[in-house]
């Protein structure tokens, strides 16, 4: 980006999870803005409100308020909006298993992994509305479909050695799911990209109770 793209003052699309292009210091924009500030456009999209906290069960709730959006909807500016408040309240990076305790609690400071990364991330700790510039609405939560894996992500060899080098290294988790036949297969059987048990399931292999 800054070599092809900011350098020469040119324009590209980048495609990413949002969390990798917010307007935080670890990220990629993050990086590259310490020289080239105020020039990029951080879109997010919306999955719902309060995933993988208490909040969650609010979420209807929360939606309603965008029942007479248009589908699809960009909101381009949420800073001082009711949503960027929304946001701000209900955001979570999904990282819960974050250098996790036994207690299933985020310390306050970097522990010992247990097959995943040890320290929390720098976004768990940001406003949403000053990560992100613009809101992308594709519906309610519980209407987005999840997309299967493509057959031809298995049939890449180098890709799958890849994951199972990773996921050997990793230890139980979402990485080594990745490369398992059988959490591939159980998660593409379900039509929805919502999960209301995604996270006792991410967290089970980790011996993580999340009901408590």
């Given at each position: 980006?800054?070599?092809?793209?900011?350098?020469?003052?040119?324009?590209?699309?980048?495609?990413?999870g949002?969390?990798?292009?917010?307007?935080?210091?670890?990220?990629?924009?993050?990086?590259?803005?310490?020289?080239?500030?105020?020039?990029?456009?951080?879109?997010?999209?919306h999955?719902?409100?309060?995933?993988?906290?208490?909040?969650?069960?609010?979420?209807?709730?929360f939606?309603?308020?965008?029942?007479?959006?248009?589908?699809?909807?960009?909101?381009?500016?949420?800073?001082?909006?009711?949503?960027?408040?929304?946001?701000?309240?209900?955001?979570s990076?999904?990282?819960?298993?974050?250098?996790?305790?036994?207690?299933?609690?985020?310390p306050?400071?970097?522990v010992?992994?247990?097959?995943?990364?040890?320290?929390i991330?720098?976004?768990?700790k940001?406003?949403?509305?000053?990560?992100?510039?613009?809101?992308f609405?594709l519906?309610?939560?519980?209407?987005l479909l999840?997309?299967?894996?493509?057959?031809?992500?298995?049939?890449?060899?180098?890709?799958?050695?890849?994951?199972q080098?990773?996921?050997?290294i990793?230890?139980?988790?979402?990485?080594t799911?990745?490369?398992?036949?059988?959490?591939?297969?159980?998660?593409?059987?379900?039509?929805?990209?919502y999960d209301?048990?995604?996270?006792?399931?991410?967290?089970?292999?980790?011996?993580?109770?999340?009901?408590?």
């Open positions: 980006m800054e070599k092809e793209v900011l350098s020469k003052h040119r324009k590209a699309l980048m495609l990413f949002t969390a990798h292009l917010f307007h935080v210091g670890s990220t990629a924009v993050g990086l590259y803005e310490k020289n080239y500030p105020a020039v990029t456009l951080v879109i997010a999209d999955v719902g409100f309060g995933n993988w906290t208490p909040l969650a069960k609010y979420n209807n709730e939606e309603a308020r965008m029942a007479p959006w248009p589908v699809p909807a960009l909101v381009q500016d949420i800073k001082g909006t009711w949503l960027a408040d929304l946001l701000d309240m209900t955001y990076t999904g990282n819960v298993f974050f250098g996790m305790t036994d207690g299933g609690k985020l306050a400071g970097s010992k992994a247990k097959g995943t990364f040890s320290e991330p720098v976004e768990a940001s406003k949403f509305s000053g990560m992100a510039d613009a809101y609405y519906g309610r939560r519980d209407l999840n997309e299967p894996t493509p057959a031809e992500i298995f049939l890449d060899k180098d890709y799958m050695a890849e994951l080098r990773r996921a050997a990793m230890g139980e988790g979402p990485i799911d990745l490369v398992s036949p059988e959490k591939i297969s159980e998660r593409d059987s379900n039509p929805f990209f209301p048990d995604e996270l006792n399931k991410v967290m089970q292999p980790l011996g993580v109770n999340t009901s408590q």
